[in-house]
């Protein structure tokens, strides 16, 4: 085992830096770079005109076509593109972004002048609060219920929850959580919840218990509309994983021993069940810190990482997204080792030292 996470560690920089180029790539070539909005600002017009009419991908040299319309002088792009770091070619770019990551120097905002990797740290806070709740609630009530299903199949138990939680499932999250602010939320027909924020403006005044439940409070109607529809996949992948492990041979084999029905649930079941389940934990952890709760960020106001990469993604604000892609990058590849050395301790029988990584 020691000698496969030897190995995966170190083929994290190599993935790491593909991930990167190819994304790289992708931003550079794509229209409406931060000297195309600069420039579209500086000529008083909206950003889809900008692109429309000076098209060009970012970095490009727009001297041209400004020149062309008597419009911006030329020297000016030249200080834009400097200022920006579009002065160097796109290779030496991404060297030295590569040599700065190296020490977790994730660089500077271009619009906000801050470092991104305090950014990212301000952000984290609510994007793991929604995130983290969000998991543990859909984990702790999909497998139980999971795995009642599949020991429970064909049973009035087992349609009646497949019917809530497919319902559950066909309502769009950002449907829920518009009619949860409108029903629940201050301003709307019961004012019992807050309407944005993670926590009060007073929450530093507040004791320790009250700011427990403040923080509960807010966090109530934006979880809600995150669990409500996250129940359906987990669940169905949890009693299928279970029932095509019940009808193996090895499982009628143990109960002809008289071994008692809990007992070849959980002592023999359970291991080889779960595997595919913790499959998927490293990525749902990911997509909920970063991108999974992005509606409910931006629904109920709360700033988080979600937020902050789609903001970055609409101002083409460069360090942002790729500070951002780096850190998920690296935490699902950390997380994805992990869940390897989950395997083994789920199933000893698995052995990762005679595997090829």
């Known amino acids: 085992m020691l000698l496969y996470v030897l ?22 070539a794509a229209p409406g770079g931060p000297v195309d909005q600069a420039i579209a600002r500086l000529q008083g017009t909206s950003l889809d005109a900008g692109v429309g009419v000076l098209g060009g991908g970012a970095g490009a040299t727009l001297e041209t076509e400004l020149s062309a319309t008597g419009g911006i002088d030329p020297a000016l792009i030249e200080e834009l593109e400097r200022q920006f770091g579009f002065d160097k070619p796109a290779h030496v770019r991404f060297l030295i972004m590569l040599r700065d990551y190296l020490r977790f120097d994730l660089g500077e905002s271009f619009y906000q002048d801050v470092p991104v990797i305090d950014l990212i740290f301000d952000r984290l806070p609510v994007s793991m609060s929604l995130g983290l709740w969000t998991l543990l609630i859909v984990y702790s009530v999909s497998i139980p219920l999971g795995i009642r299903k599949a020991t429970a199949d064909g049973s009035r138990f087992d349609i009646w929850t497949s019917v809530v939680i497919l319902v559950g499932y066909a309502i769009p999250a950002f449907i829920l959580a518009v009619l949860l602010i409108v029903l629940f939320a201050r301003g709307g027909m019961i004012e019992y919840f807050p309407l944005r924020g993670l926590v009060s403006d007073d929450f ?3 004791g320790l218990w009250a700011q427990v439940k403040d923080y509960f409070w807010h966090l109530a109607l934006p979880i809600t509309a995150l669990v409500a529809g996250s129940f359906a996949t987990l669940t169905m992948l949890t009693k299928n994983s279970f029932l095509d492990e019940i ?63 789609f903001e970055a993604i609409v101002t083409r604000d460069y360090p942002i997204i790729f500070g951002t892609l780096y850190i998920s990058t690296l935490l699902a590849l950390v997380l994805q080792l992990l869940t390897d050395i989950t395997y083994t301790l789920t199933d000893p029988r698995i052995d990762f030292e005679s595997r090829e990584v």
């Open 7 to 28: 190995r995966r560690i170190l083929l994290m920089a190599p993935t790491l830096v593909g991930v990167l180029f190819v994304n790289f790539v992708i931003i550079q």
């Open 204 to 206: 530093g005044d507040l």
């Open 247 to 309: 009808h193996k041979q090895y499982v009628l084999t143990a109960k002809a021993k008289g071994l008692k029905t809990q007992r070849v649930l959980y002592g023999h079941v359970f291991r080889n069940a779960m595997l595919i389940v913790i499959a998927g934990f490293p990525r749902a952890l990911v997509g909920a810190l970063f991108t999974g709760v992005l509606l409910a960020e931006i629904i109920f106001s709360l700033d988080g990482l979600g937020l902050l990469g």
